[in-house]
Structure formats: structure tokens, C-alpha cells
């Protein structure tokens, strides 16, 4: 794996809680090291704080106590070592606007900058993080709402990478596209892990079929599997213990079969 | 009509029609791609409670329904930010308090006072050459305005979450823009008076956004088409001897209805 020698670990988190009110927390006390080149994945049932966790790691959230940094900077400040492909229903339908613009707004130097135009270094960027993308050259000029859900992901995928970030972070990427369009996000997956740090937030347990090399499992606590596989106690932790009407074996075959996934523990 | 462009007043009205196309090109778009109709519409009618302010206190109308109508947007901008879940109550409340506070102080106001109407429906036809002044520099101002910021209200409109990712602070641009929608609708109101200024800020923009590639040329086409609107409503109006704001939006919405038909009866194709 091709990442530049380092020790510090792209996510370190210690001793971290948080809540929005104030009194139902979100998440408790958790801790995460997250080392440079891993793929990991962040599940959990909906409202379990998975996105909380990822805007904490952006920066758009401060935690109440417990410390959290990303490359060794307190969020915010390392963000330009940040792509950030949000849920896809985060942005406007219908909005006019071209393939190629909304790639050139994850430059962020140039998201401030006082001027309509882009320059021809700016567009040979664009277009290289497109191709990555796997983005066909004659869709740069079409509007981003006349392309398939699929072709969509991808164009924020390339929005993340223009400004060749070091940390890929995805929010629910499969969430709103079919099973083709899926596919094809794990085709590009496998080839974007070779180069990065890429961490995928899912309610969906599936997607940790995706040859992650770490787990993570948050329901307000947080269990961390550096051997990529789901655990007894993640299980425990996402559904409750059903024991007195499932043995927890048997129930982790149920899943593990269902779902084809590497099970331990 | 054009001899009755002879005449200052129609000369003034014809100018205050272009500017107001401008403006609802440009703050139109914005209203529309960010879905602030309802809000854009509460600004508007918050805006009688400074028409009424001005009479009561013998103030300039268009200074202070300015004044007021900031001042009311910026409530407005800190409750959608802070309370978006609720912020259309908040609205509909501000939409109705600033018209009691406009018309009980209009009311109470002693001796004769302006019709009430020519607020309510306009009155492009009374425009004074100092208030075209006044409109020019506004135009300007959110020109500039939109110009230097443009960014941010193109990363802000289409995708809020990734703005602030990207550094975009977007309280304070959400509370810029709804200023300019305050200070816009305020001058709009003089062409087509409050009722009627959410059909010209909403029908252009939407015209222009079907076929548009970009949030500018989105604002350049929906300006043309406000232009072709004012002046198109006020060509019908001197022949016809009807209200001029009403000819207008009238003009407006059976081209919005015509397109609509247009979009419907066309083979659907991607691009």
C-alpha cells in the first residue's frame, strides 16, 4: 500500500461524549485510533451517531469533553486533507449547475475566491479527479441533474477528490442509488483504497463486505475491529441481546449467512 | 405607447420596470434555487409595517420601509437558522404582524393619506425620478454584492452541508442574502406593489432555471425576462387602462403556464 511513512494516525479520538441537548447523549466516552491507509466502516442503526461522529471528525460539530484529531489537527483546521462525499440528498435536485462546476467547488482555494472564473489549471484538476471518478469526458457539460443517481455519487466522489485529500469520507454513499450504481461504488472503492485513508458511514450492514480492514460500531457507544469482521458484542451492541428467544450464536449465523458476512467471536 | 414616453412620469416608470427585471432576476434566482418563496413572501408583507412607520413619523416611505423591512428579515434569517423546523410559523406570524402594524398605524395617522392600494398592487406609474435614484443604487449595491459573494451563495444554495465544510460562513450569507431579498422587495413593490412581488421574484427565475447550466446565467436570463415582463405589463396597461401591476403579472403567468405546456407537450431527452 502506496501512503506516505507516517505515525500519526488519521483519526485519534479519546474519551469523547457528546449531545445536542444536553440530556439524551449521543455518543458516550468513546475512543478510536484510526491508522493512515485502513478502510473503515462506521455502522449502526439510524440515530445511533454515526453521522454525529463523522461531522465531529469535520468539524461541524464540537464534542462536550474528549478530545478528537484528525492528522494530528483539531478539525477544521486539517480540512483541505479532508474529502467529504455527503448523502447525496444533500444537495438541491434540480439546481442549475454542470458536472464540471460542482467538481471545481470542492477546490477549496478557490471557494472564497472573488471572481466568476476558473482557471486552466483548475479544469485540468477537475477533469483528472472526473476520470478518476470514472466520469465519461462528454458529461462535464451536462446538468448534474440530467445524470442517473450512480453517475451523481460519483460526481461528488470526484468533488472530494479535485483537491487530493488524504481522508475520503463517505455519509450513507449507497443510501440512494441501485444495486448497479452500488456496485460500481465498490468497483471504485477498491480502487481509491490503494492510495487513501477512507472511512464509510452506513446503516447498512452489507457494505462491510466491501473488504474493509476496520469496524466500527456506534449506538452510543463505539466498538472498534481492527480484523474488519463483526464481533458477538458489535452485534450485542447494534441489536440488543436476544438470547431468551435466539441464541446469540445461532442468531450470528442468521445474520452472518444473511447478510454473507465474516463473522468472529 | 411610445408617444407616451414623452412624458417624465412614463420615462421614470419604464426605468423602474427595468430595474425591478433586474432585481428579481438576480435575488429571484437566489429566492427560488435556495426555496425561500415562503419567506421571501413574509419579508414582503412584513414590509407594510415600515410603509405605515413612514406615515405615522412623516419619514421618507422607501428609506424607512427599507429600515424595516432589515430589520425584519433579520429576524426571519435567525429563526430559519436556528428553528428551521418551525420557521414558517414565525414567518406567517411576522407576514402578519408587519401588515396590522402597517395598516393600524396608517389608520391612526392624522389627515389624508396615501391609497392604500398603490402599496398593496403598485404604482409604477408615480415613481419620482428620486426614487429611480434610489433604485439604481440598489441595483448596483446588490450587483456588487453578488458579485463578490458569489460563491458562497452558489455553494450555499446547492449543497448547505458541503458549504460549511468548505469554510463558507453560512449564517452570515444566509443573513446577506435575505438583506438583499429585504431591500429588493421593497423596491418592487413600488412596480407591482406587495401582493403580486412573490409572482415577479418566482416566475422569471423559474423560467430561466429550466434550460439554465449555471446559477449566473440563470440570473441573466430571468433578469430579461423581468424586463420583458415590466414593460410588456406596461405596454397593456397604457393600452388597455388597466392596473399596470396587475397587467404585468398577468403577462407573467401566462407565459409561465405557456412554458409549462411547452415542457409537457416536448419529448423528454437528457442533456
Not at chain 2, 443604487?137 to 452541508?161: H, K, M, N, Q, S
Request: glycine share 8%.
Amino acid at each position: 500500500m502506496s501512503i506516505h511513512a507516517s505515525d500519526i494516525p488519521a483519526i485519534a479520538i479519546k474519551n469523547l461524549s457528546f449531545s445536542y441537548t444536553g440530556d439524551t447523549p449521543i455518543l458516550t466516552n468513546i475512543d478510536l485510533t484510526l491508522s493512515q491507509g485502513s478502510f473503515m466502516a462506521i455502522v449502526g442503526p439510524n440515530g445511533s451517531g454515526k453521522t454525529t461522529l463523522l461531522k465531529l471528525m469535520l468539524g461541524l460539530l464540537h464534542p462536550d469533553s474528549g478530545a478528537i484529531q484528525v492528522f494530528g489537527h483539531t478539525p477544521g483546521h486539517g480540512t483541505k486533507r479532508i474529502g467529504y462525499v455527503p448523502q447525496s440528498a444533500s444537495s438541491r435536485p434540480d439546481f442549475p449547475i454542470t458536472v464540471m462546476e460542482v467538481v471545481l467547488m470542492g477546490l477549496k482555494h478557490t471557494c472564497l475566491r472573488r471572481t466568476f472564473v476558473y482557471t486552466h489549471a483548475e479544469r485540468e484538476l477537475a477533469a483528472a479527479a472526473l476520470q478518476k471518478a470514472g466520469i465519461d469526458p462528454c458529461l462535464y457539460t451536462r446538468r448534474i441533474d440530467r445524470l442517473s443517481g450512480g453517475q451523481r455519487q460519483r460526481v461528488f466522489i470526484a468533488r472530494a477528490l479535485v483537491d487530493n485529500p488524504e481522508l475520503l469520507v463517505f455519509d450513507e454513499p449507497t443510501s440512494n442509488i441501485d444495486p448497479e450504481g452500488r456496485f460500481c461504488f465498490f468497483e471504485l472503492m477498491d480502487k481509491l483504497k490503494k492510495n487513501l485513508t477512507i472511512i464509510v458511514v452506513s446503516h447498512d450492514l452489507s457494505i462491510v463486505a466491501s473488504k474493509v480492514t476496520d469496524i466500527v460500531c456506534v449506538n452510543q457507544r463505539l466498538i472498534h475491529n481492527r480484523e474488519g469482521t463483526l464481533t458477538r458484542e458489535m452485534l450485542s451492541l447494534l441489536y440488543g441481546a436476544h438470547e431468551h428467544t435466539c441464541p446469540m450464536a445461532e442468531y450470528m449465523h442468521d445474520v452472518s449467512t444473511i447478510l454473507n458476512l465474516p463473522m468472529s467471536g | 405607447m411610445f408617444e407616451a414616453l414623452a412624458h417624465e412620469f412614463m420615462q421614470n416608470a419604464l426605468l423602474a420596470g427595468i430595474l425591478a427585471g433586474i432585481v428579481c432576476g438576480m435575488i429571484g434566482s437566489l429566492v427560488v434555487v435556495n426555496r425561500q418563496v415562503f419567506l421571501a413572501g413574509g419579508i414582503a408583507h412584513s414590509a407594510y409595517g415600515g410603509i405605515g412607520l413612514a406615515f405615522f413619523f412623516g419619514l421618507p416611505v422607501m428609506p424607512c420601509a427599507m429600515g424595516f423591512t432589515l430589520f425584519a428579515s433579520a429576524i426571519m434569517a435567525g429563526v430559519t437558522l436556528k428553528n428551521p423546523q418551525r420557521s414558517d410559523t414565525i414567518i406567517g406570524v411576522l407576514w402578519a404582524a408587519g401588515m396590522a402594524l402597517g395598516i393600524i398605524l396608517l389608520d391612526i395617522t392624522p389627515g389624508y393619506n396615501v391609497d392604500l392600494m398603490s402599496y398593496l398592487f403598485g404604482s409604477i406609474l408615480t415613481v419620482p425620478r428620486s426614487e429611480i435614484w434610489i433604485m439604481v443604487g440598489l441595483v448596483i449595491a446588490i450587483i456588487i454584492a453578488i458579485t463578490l459573494f458569489y460563491r458562497e451563495f452558489l455553494i450555499l444554495a446547492f449543497d448547505p452541508e458541503f458549504a460549511r465544510t468548505q469554510g463558507v460562513h453560512v449564517g452570515l450569507m444566509h443573513f446577506v442574502q435575505l438583506a438583499m431579498v429585504a431591500l429588493s422587495v421593497v423596491m418592487i413593490i413600488q412596480v407591482v406593489g406587495l401582493i403580486l412581488v412573490i409572482a415577479l421574484l418566482t416566475i422569471p427565475p423559474y423560467i430561466a432555471g429550466r434550460t439554465s447550466r449555471s446559477l449566473f446565467s440563470m440570473m441573466i436570463q430571468a433578469s430579461l425576462w423581468g424586463i420583458v415582463f415590466c414593460t410588456a405589463g406596461m405596454a397593456l396597461s397604457y393600452t388597455y387602462n388597466i392596473t399596470t401591476g396587475a397587467a404585468i403579472i398577468a403577462v407573467a403567468t401566462v407565459t409561465f403556464f405557456l412554458v409549462l405546456a411547452f415542457d409537457a407537450l416536448k419529448p423528454k431527452t437528457r442533456g
